[in-house]
Nanobody
Framework: QVQLVESGGGLVQSGGSLRLSCAAY????????MGWFRQAPGKEREFVAT????????SYADSVKGRFTISIDNAKNTVYLQMNSLKPEDTAVYYC?????????WGQGTQVTVSS
């Protein structure tokens, strides 16, 4: 059984930084890319960033480009999201999943709250 566990969220002031982690248990995802997604209150879940399992290819939503960096540690089966220059509009629950996402892989997510 696959389990994705997100961590690292919290409350931060505007302009601050956070680093999210997503640990994958139950299998390795060597044939899949991995991604970060987020859902703000009252909004649909949206794409944030993706990375190939090799780490050689990344893509970002326009809203986070230049501020967020996705990375992967294959040995630890873990994906990271370094978030800098955070804005109040980045407030959301952040989730990781494969790319494209699989419905049964959604975890609990980690809350990120950015105060102005």
């Amino acid at each position: 059984q696959v389990q994705l566990v997100e961590s690292g969220g919290g409350l931060v002031q505007s302009g601050g930084s956070l680093r999210l982690s997503c640990a994958a248990y139950g299998r390795t995802f060597s044939r899949y890319g991995m991604g970060w997604f987020r859902q703000a209150p009252g909004k649909e879940r949206e794409f944030v960033a993706t990375i190939s399992w090799s780490g050689g290819s990344t893509s970002y939503a326009d809203s986070v480009k230049g501020r967020f960096t996705i990375s992967i540690d294959n040995a630890k089966n873990t994906v990271y999201l370094q978030m800098n220059s955070l804005k109040p509009e980045d407030t959301a629950v952040y989730y990781c999943n494969t790319d494209p996402p699989r419905p049964t892989y959604w975890g609990q997510g980690t809350q990120v709250t950015v105060s102005s």
